[in-house]
DNA sequence: CGGCTAGTCATTTTT
DNA sequence: TGACTAGCCG
């Protein structure tokens, strides 16, 4: 990357992509294609507005949609520029939105150190709304609030709405009712950080003027993602002087089910009268037989602007799809593949296999780790998302903004301390009547009757207070976090169960503690000082993935939305069925070119191998259902693609139950077989006998009766720190 | 109040 | 299949 320095930005571009980087003034729309050079292209722009015309970095905004995808072009940059890239302005539009909003939340309505409510936190004040206000479930579902607050804010413009009916009227009330909680909290929801954003500029021409005056050139990736307010937030800021470069493709806009509206792109050149616009049609990242798949997918979608990628490669091997007979042969299949093709020479990293839906990941991470290879969940189950996190996250969201009450209540009684529904029902009571916040009514809990935890409550109240005054005297962030964790009785509690989840549990607080403390060091290396509420907006936004156990390379396995904008050498994509590829619940007319371009997304990512494949049969909610090869793969050019089909495995017999035998026989023998009535010792709970043992997808599942105090427990033996007795 | 059990219900996709 | 919940008992 280094020599990008030496050489000429022009250098190796094709005309179009010249011409993008040369762009200076007025508003530019970009359609770049799968592989076009995109990346390159706005990165070299930002750098030639650098280098060549004068302009200074912190006078270039770009927005991205993802951190990591935000993360990249920061890298990029830093790979042409060097350090001067370190004041460039490039965020996710909720990152901006969070930005904008904390410097001016008093216009906003907020308090500063005000919580970020993610999805979870969204659900449960809205659950607790329709409880409050005795809504039956069946009526309206708190899904159906949280759609209705998030689109009306997607769409900026709450005031437009007709509430004819019945079920409008109360849906309208109850957002209504959620947005009042929501400042009573001192809180946004993500769908708030970008509306009450884009309202703040919009009504405050003065902090409006502020950030047009400060950022003279704006870009924004994934155009065709954007919702309405997005698009209201790009118009505003790109003002009179209109420097506004949009870059994306049609073509792979998936994110429509989020209020994302196309017509965004597709009218671009219309709306913004002295446009220009270029397109990116020369694809460098795949193979012909793998884009001709692709164009003749996505060739069957009617809402598109016509296009057709080309690219200079003649070579390269077929699309391999393969019919398997169940999910279990489809996964060992790909396993099987992966390997071959680690000893042929190609790095796990190299390796991508992606599905439709979060759940199918479960299958692929099981025979990963019987295997033996190396994996990453990308954008899975979230490490912030843990709950021991997610707890110790609430304890610091009350000390830095005590109105928190959906974060007081969750930890209120966390670890146990005798709280229940009934006292904090009073606690909240009491709340209302001197019209004070629930954290403000916990030192009078020994005034009410009938609460026995009421000391614990008033104590827990202290060291509330204890720990905001830190925050004020300036008290790192981790040595809070510490404290709390330790005065809270949390620690105390994990250890106390020496089971192995709470070792575990234990290891991420530590790790998270760490986290604090390395954002401590670069604070402090950047000449700031590291405070709480600035570290909780810092990581608000930040969903880290799990990271690969052993650090190594790893095959990376997400669903197919998490793979836009990414590239690999070798992509698998699993599960091309009906009922997922279509997913059954997009079926219909609208929807139905969103799932095409989704396998279109996927396609496109893979640079020299690709690997399709679907099931006959397949484990849905326990149990086993007949699939169908989904349409798409028959849409594909049949002259590039090399299909293969296996018989149906005969242990798949629809409604056969759990009959699997070959794959139990070949798993017997990988594991040390323990046999009933065996004598074990088992690393933290002794001696003890085996009562059952069974064999199951996982590995052998033993129940071991234990001679200290007589309990029985289960174990799968692979995850067990086990041996025999006689073996010691 | 808290821990356990049995029964229910679920899976798009993400900031 | 397995995660979550309501409801029961200690």
Known sequence: MKFENSLGLLEGLNDVQKTAVLHEEGPLLIFAGAGSGKTRVITYRIAHLCRHKNVAPWQILAVTFTNKAAGEMRERLSGILGKKSDDIFVRTFHSLGLYILSRHCEQAGLKSGFSIYDDAAQKSLVKAILKEKKIDPEYISHDAVIQFANRMRDRFDSGAYSSSGHYDKELLGLTDEYFK???????????????????????????????????KYFLIDEYQDTNHTQYVMGKLLAGENNNLVVVGDDDQSIYSWRGADISNILNFETDYTDCRVLRLEENYRSTAPILKAASSLIANNQKRSKKELFTSKHEGEPVHYRLCGGDLDEVKTIVEKIQSLNSSGISSEDIAVLYRTNAQSRIFEQLFQERGIPCMIIGGFRFYERAEIKDLLAYLYVTVNPSDTVSLERIINVPARGVGEAAIGKLRKLSQERGITLFEAMPFAPEIKGVRSASKIAHLYAMFREASESVFSGTFPSEIAAGILKKSGYLDSLKKNKNPESISRKDNLDEFINAMKEYEEQTLARGDSPDLPGYLQSISLFTDEMKSQEGGPAVSLMTLHN???????????????????????SMDEGMLEEERRLLYVGITRAKEK?????????RIFGSIQPRMASRFISEIDPDVIEKKEEETSLP????????????????????????????????RYGHGTVVTAENTVSGQKITIEFDEDGRSRKFLTAYTPLKKENSA
């Open 610 to 618: 690709l690997y399709l494949s679907s099931s006959r049969y397949r």
């Open 652 to 683: 798949y017999r629809p409604d056969a139950g759990r009959a699997v035998h070959n794959f139990n026989e070949s798993q017997r023998e990988s594991a040390i077989a323990y046999k009933t009535g065996e004598r074990v010792i088992h690393e």
């Open 563 to 585: 793979a836009k904008g990414l590239e690999y050498k070798v992509v698998f994509i699993a599960g091309i069925e009906e009922g997922y590829l279509p997913h059954k619940i």
């Open 181 to 215: 909680k929501l400042k009573e909290n001192n809180a946004v929801d993500y769908a708030g950080l970008l509306y009450e954003s884009v309202k703040l500029l919009n009504g405050y021409p003065d902090i409006l003027a502020l950030y047009r005056n400060l950022w």
